[in-house]
């Protein structure tokens, strides 16, 4: 019987957006989606022969109407996390300069924190690291 958790791998390209103001754009998952309900940072997948910062610019155009000035991106850490169904890769960057006001394209909610409010809000497991390493920059 094949090992599902092995056979499904997803690299998924994430964007800590700040605004002028310093905050990070965070969004709510669908209820129907998988880990629904709970707050992440906005990106998606990595399509083969895509470079993650075009992966991420692609993503974050599709998905909140913005377009990323990549060489503001820098990788801020790669996180990788077993769920029960799933071996998710994160790679994580920091996104300081883009064009447009992002909005939830496919329905999501949107919300604008301060780094320090992060803790307040409800992450998927593998967010958590991603939620330590911005709450250790902003000190």
Known sequence: ??????????HVAVGVIYNPQGEILIARRHDD??????WEFPGGKVETGETVCDALARELHEELG???HTASCTQL???RHDYTD???????WKVLKFDGEALGKE???LKWVQPQALPEYDFPAANVAIVDA??????
């Open 66 to 68: 913005i377009v990323v």
């Open 134 to 139: 911005i709450l250790k920059l902003a000190d």
């Open 86 to 92: 799933k071996v998710v890769l994160l790679d994580v």
């Open 107 to 109: 329905g999501q909610p």
């Open 33 to 38: 989606a998988h880990q629904g309900g709970l």
């Open 1 to 10: 019987m094949p090992n599902t958790v092995a056979s499904k791998r997803v």
């Open 77 to 79: 850490l790669e996180i």
